[in-house]
Structures are given as C-alpha cells and as structure tokens.
C-alpha cells in the first residue's frame, strides 16, 4: 500500500477487511437456492465477494 501511494499520492487508497467474504458469498449462495455444484464455481464465489466488497465499500462513503 505505502508503495502504491508513492506512485500514485493524488489517489487516495482505502483499506478493506475481506476476511470472511468468502463465507459470506457462499452463504448468499445457499440462500439464494444455488445447487451444490454450482456453490462449488469458485469463480462465481470470489465474484460474489468482490460484489459484497463493492457494495460494503459503497455504503460507507
């Protein structure tokens, strides 16, 4: 980060926790009724936690 903001320092960085993203996504996964086979896309796991991270993000600016 500190590397990222020497490049860059007209651009602010924000830092964010992603830790149980992962879990998150799977768990809307089930909730929203996705087969076993489908749950298992990690793919569509980590695309689902990018859309969580968005989405978190957005909400607090």
């Not at 924000?14 to 990690?42: H, P, W, Y």
Request: hydrophobic content about 40%; aromatic content about 4%.
């Amino acid at each position: 980060m500190k590397e990222l903001t020497k490049v860059i320092p007209q651009i602010p960085v924000d830092r964010v926790d992603e830790r149980f993203t992962s879990k998150m996504a799977f768990q809307t996964m089930i909730d929203s009724g996705l087969k076993k086979k489908q749950r298992q896309n990690k793919a569509l796991v980590d695309e689902i936690s990018a859309t969580l991270i968005l989405q978190s993000y957005l909400s607090s600016i």
